[in-house]
């Protein structure tokens, strides 16, 4: 009787023991609640105001000649509003930034997924990631004190801010992404692969060639996409070193502007807020925002089927 | 049915003539899979030894993995070797075709010869090796290609490039691992598609691509259903009659049904080695009768 009783105590003080701990507990599930949601709320939030400000834009300025007119001079007289010459400047500039990061970066990793000894892949990897951890005012800075006098020794007409400048810097800046994503998934392809076409009498460069780099070339493309992705949006460097002349060409050693140095050069004037000049920022930033949105959804989704390949 | 009765319930009948060194078709003419066609310990004697290895050491590191190993291994028979996990059977398998030389870290020391040549030996050609010494793995391994590439591979790094040759090669070794008749329509369909019977014979077929005269199994159906695994089973039969063939195996009702020879691996030591009925129904050591009769393993 009395020991039942006892036991029935326990039972009461450990129910309220209980209900202590899941309040305590739901206290900490609201706390990481709320920590997940800023991130989300920002998202939502930045990309409110990037939608709300554009459509003001567009409501003086047509799509139509937002998206195709040709020339870009917002804060000149005659304004015009094409946003062809920065979308242009910036293809430039990621695409010749791509053209030295990609074959560099892609023989680099398979240098290092393949062919090097772990001593010397001890060593390159970190320095590759303190490249990767140079600020990009640096690289900027590089471009115009140290590439571009190089371009223009070379070729006499280049301007003195160029797009093949930001194209050199802006390639090295992404290199330790190329490397070290496409290493990564070099180093995913199974060993049994490997072992399967050595067992066959293949060489290493066979190896690499015909096995290795087919099974990781999705996984390849994405990191590709994703460096370039990084290039669209990269914005110190290229302000410094291509200049600030909207510009539609292809000619690399003009002087050009990218959609990022335009923002740079916007946000630092004394634009007026709410004027048409200003809206301009928003409309430029959506531009971008969608450009560089859809090269990461591209690439996420390249990645995903290449993880469902070896399940 | 006991394992004793599985072994001696097919003694060897057939194979008397031991310099059998065409026949394909002949093999084809016998009733496969019934019990066993296992060689006598005559026959293997027979036979002229394709590798032979002299006390064999390999080390990973500092841990001694094989001790001294000393087998010889006949052509045209099925050796078999067994042993609990661990004992050094799959590292002895891959010493043959030096793929350990791929792992970091590794030593060997001691003579293995094929046809009479040191394998390690100074200024072998590894590649040439390889060709010579095929492999099948324990977890079938397709390249991310299609069927037809998958069996070309060899051939192509061997330097083949006629389309017609690649053709003949593809369909003579697809129909040597049975796989012909289920693959022939879909031949540039991806080898990943297939099932898993169906890969592993893509596999080996893939290894007879280089015209190898030695196959190395590493446990080749160890993963897969009773139904995938007597058709590698009955493939095997097939294979001796053409290649020698080394497996490695945990299944000891495997050994017995498709070897001749049997070397039993114990903690890095070759404890004992034999025709492969005898080894089963009258061992010679303590530590082979035990595990063979399940005692521990």
Known sequence: MFLAASTREQFASKSANLDLRGIFELAIHGLLLACAAVSIVTTVGIVFVLLFESVQFFREVSVWEFLTGTRWSPLLKPQHFGIMPLFCGTLLVAGGSALIAIPLGLATAIYLSEYASPLVREIVKPILEILAGIPSVVYGYLAVVFVSPLIRDTIPSADLFN???????????????????????????????????????????????????????????????????????????????????????????????????????????DTPAGTLEYRTLFAVGLALFVSTFVLNVFSRWILLRVEEKYE | ??????????????????????????????????????????????????????????????????????????????????????????????????????????????EILLDGTDIYRRGTDVVELRKRVGMVFQKSNPFPKSIFENVAYGPRVAGIRKRS?????????????????????????????????????????????????????????????????????????????????????????????????????????????????????????????????????
Request: proline share 4%.
């Open chain 2, 1 to 110: 049915m006991s394992l004793s009765e599985i072994v001696i319930d097919g003694r060897p009948k057939r194979m008397s003539d031991t310099s059998s060194r065409k026949p394909l078709a002949r093999a084809s003419t016998l009733s496969l899979g019934q019990s066993n066609f296992s060689r006598s310990a005559d026959e293997i004697a027979g036979q002229s030894k394709k590798i032979v290895t002299r006390e064999v050491d390999f080390f990973y590191e500092a841990k001694q993995a094989l001790y001294k190993v000393t087998l010889d291994i006949p052509e045209h028979c099925v050796t078999a070797l067994i042993g609990p996990s661990g004992c050094g059977k799959s590292t002895f398998l891959r010493c043959l075709n030096r793929m350990n030389d791929m792992i970091e870290g590794t030593t060997i020391s001691g």
């Open chain 2, 165 to 297: 040759e690649l053709n003949e090669i593809v369909e003579r070794c697809l129909r040597q691992s049975a796989l012909w008749d289920e693959v022939q329509d879909r031949l540039n369909d991806s080898a990943l598609q297939l099932s898993g019977g169906q890969q592993q014979r893509l596999c080996i077929a893939r290894a007879l691509a280089t015209a190898p005269d030695v196959l190395l199994m590493d446990e080749p159906a160890s993963a897969l259903d009773p139904k995938s695994t007597a058709a590698i089973e009955e493939l095997i039969f097939k294979l001796k009659e053409i290649y020698t063939i080394v497996i490695v195996t945990h299944n000891m009702q495997q050994a017995a049904r498709v070897s001749d020879q049997t070397a039993f691996f114990y903690e890095g030591h070759l404890i004992e080695v034999g025709n492969t009925n005898e080894l089963f129904t009258n061992p010679k050591e303590k530590q082979t009768e035990d595990y063979i009769t399940g005692r521990f393993g």
């Open chain 1, 163 to 269: 797009a093949a400048n930001a194209c050199v810097v802006v390639g090295i800046m992404i290199l330790p992404m190329v490397v070290s994503l496409s290493e990564d998934v070099l180093q995913s392809v199974p060993r049994s692969l490997r072992e399967g076409a050595y067992a066959l009498g293949a060489t290493k460069l066979d190896v690499t060639l015909g096995v290795i780099l087919p099974a990781a070339m999705s996984g390849i493309m994405a990191a590709c996409l994703l460096a370039i992705a990084r290039a669209v949006g990269e914005t110190m460097a290229v302000t410094l070193a291509a200049g600030a002349t909207p510009n539609l060409t292809l000619n690399p050693f003009e002087g050009i502007q990218t959609m990022t140095a335009y923002i740079v050069q916007v946000s630092q004037g």
